[in-house]
């Protein structure tokens, strides 16, 4: 089946630094989405990409749709405490198909 | 902002018993989905439902799995005889009308844990 590899898989950072984490695959995907997810809970919608090249903003969340449909970054700018979860990319292939394919997510840890 | 709600929080079943998962979608959708996360890994997906039929499944979604929206408003995840290896969180998810543009909302999840 398709898979995603995100990257990396955990990160320590200090409050106020800015973060990237990505996902790639080898087949293109026609929509990307980044969720959330705190322990013991769902994953929450960030943002939602629908077109290659497109860049999207969420406060001080960004991410953009590769150009090759084959990629996805999120960036956060300035961290905060509250930042601190699992942070999944996630790609729908279209195709007939609705079912989304998750990485294995990035783990932030946030140092005050 | 509507959210999809799943009950129970937490069920514990013994080995071979059935357990059914019950969630309410976010009422004006049309799509449904079951996704489960084992325990540190990540979310993967069991089935989509549209229109009173399974509309896509995988492989793990075997004939121990099945899906009803038995009235209006509920979504249910019946596992017919339980094995340790579905112990996991199970989350439902419902997208609206345009599933391919619409994302998935997920609900808090129910932590299944088969002793």
């Known amino acids: 089946g398709q898979q995603l590899n995100q990257s990396p898989q955990s990160m320590f950072i200090q409050e106020g630094e800015d973060v990237s984490m990505n996902c790639t695959s080898s087949?293109?995907?026609?929509?990307w989405l980044w969720y959330k997810q705190d322990p013991g809970e769902g994953p929450v919608l960030l943002i939602a990409?629908?077109?290659?090249?497109e860049l999207t903003s969420n406060g001080r969340l960004t991410a953009q749709f590769g150009i090759t449909r084959k990629d996805s970054f999120l960036n956060i700018s300035a961290s905060i405490p509250s930042d601190v979860g699992i942070y999944f990319c996630?790609?729908?292939?279209?195709?007939?198909?609705?079912?989304?394919?998750f990485g294995k997510g990035t783990k932030l840890s946030v140092i005050p | 902002e509507p959210e999809v709600t799943q009950t129970p929080s937490h069920q514990v079943t013994q080995m071979g018993q059935e357990v059914i998962l019950r969630c309410v979608p976010i009422?004006?959708?049309?799509?449904f989905y079951w996704y489960r996360q084992i325990l540190g890994q990540k979310v993967e997906f069991l089935v989509s439902?549209?229109?009173?039929?399974?509309?896509?499944k995988s492989e793990i979604f075997d004939d121990q799995f099945s899906v009803e929206r038995p009235d209006g408003s509920n979504f249910t995840l019946k596992i017919r005889s339980t094995k340790l290896e579905d112990s996991a969180m199970y989350f439902c998810?419902?997208?609206?009308?345009?599933?391919?543009?619409?994302?998935?909302?997920f609900g808090n999840g129910t932590r299944l844990t088969v002793t």
């Open positions: 998810a419902s997208t609206g009308e345009s599933s391919y543009n619409s994302p998935l909302h």
């Open positions: 087949s293109i995907f026609n929509t």
């Open positions: 990409l629908y077109k290659a090249g």
């Open positions: 996630a790609g729908r292939s279209g195709a007939g198909s609705y079912q989304l394919t």
């Open positions: 009422s004006n959708h049309l799509y």
């Open positions: 439902f549209y229109n009173n039929e399974i509309s896509e």
